[in-house]
């Protein structure tokens, strides 16, 4: 059965743009988790999204949304991009909690703010 | 608050054994455990719940202490295939479930021939 897809791999946006980013989890998942990870920080929990719903969130300013359709499949949002944001963002989806099913990651969209 | 893991690198010969540790300042509900080769993305392999039900890979075990809030996960007879970042992430409290997970920073372990 085909994993979780990321589009796109890869993006370079300029400081002060925004971007979207796309997630669809494996068919029958309908909980979709968002990642961030950086060398120096490891993979720094954004939020997760179950049937529609924002179901936790992590410690990340405003400008990073995200949200869910009914087909499970994700999106999110940075607004007002930072050099910082520079990191790889990985989707997880699970049937319907981490525990006790696991994720099972995407392999991510590496986003370079310049 | 994110777990500690240790050691932070570790490097085998193959054949060899290995213990990467997770420890948490916080009461958890489970651990669980994923390898990162790569430019890949992070593969599942165990997950541990309170109260001692595992779950995860055949060839790799791990163990949970759930009074110490730490875990433990057990690579021997290493292979070059278990190369790799090893994370564990963690999800606290005792509601059971439905919490983010955390992760730690990562183990990075490389076996040689």
């Known amino acids: 059965k085909a994993g979780v897809t990321q589009t796109p791999r890869y993006l370079i946006k300029t400081r002060g743009q925004q971007v979207t980013l796309s997630c669809s989890p494996i068919?029958?998942?309908?909980?979709v988790s968002w990642y961030q990870q950086t060398p120096g920080q490891g993979l720094q929990f954004l939020f997760e999204?179950?049937?529609?719903?924002?179901?936790n969130k992590g410690n990340f300013p405003g400008r990073f949304s995200g949200r869910q359709f009914s087909n499970s499949r994700s999106e999110m949002n940075v607004s007002t991009l930072e050099l910082g944001d520079s990191a790889l963002y990985l989707c997880?989806?699970?049937?319907?909690?981490?525990?006790?099913?696991?994720?099972?990651f995407g392999s991510g969209t590496r986003l370079t703010v310049v | 608050q994110q777990p500690v893991q240790s050691p932070q690198a570790v490097i085998l010969r193959e054949g060899e054994d290995a213990v990467i540790n997770c420890s948490s300042s916080?009461?958890?509900?489970?651990v669980h455990w994923y390898r990162q080769k790569h430019g890949e993305a992070p593969v599942f392999l165990m997950i541990?719940?309170?109260?001692?039900e595992q779950k995860g890979h055949e060839k790799i075990s791990a163990s949970f202490n759930e009074k110490k809030q730490q875990s433990s996960l057990y690579l021997t007879a290493s292979q070059l295939s278990y190369s790799g970042t090893y994370f564990c992430?963690?999800?606290?409290?005792?509601?059971?479930?439905?919490?983010?997970?955390?992760f730690g920073t990562g183990t990075k372990l490389q076996v040689i021939p």
């Open positions: 997880a989806s699970s049937f319907d909690s981490a525990t006790p099913y696991g994720y099972t």
């Open positions: 068919s029958g998942h309908r909980s």
């Open positions: 999204y179950f049937s529609e719903t924002q179901r």
């Open positions: 916080k009461a958890l509900y489970s």
């Open positions: 541990l719940l309170k109260g001692g």
């Open positions: 992430g963690t999800e606290g409290g005792d509601s059971g479930g439905y919490q983010k997970v955390t």
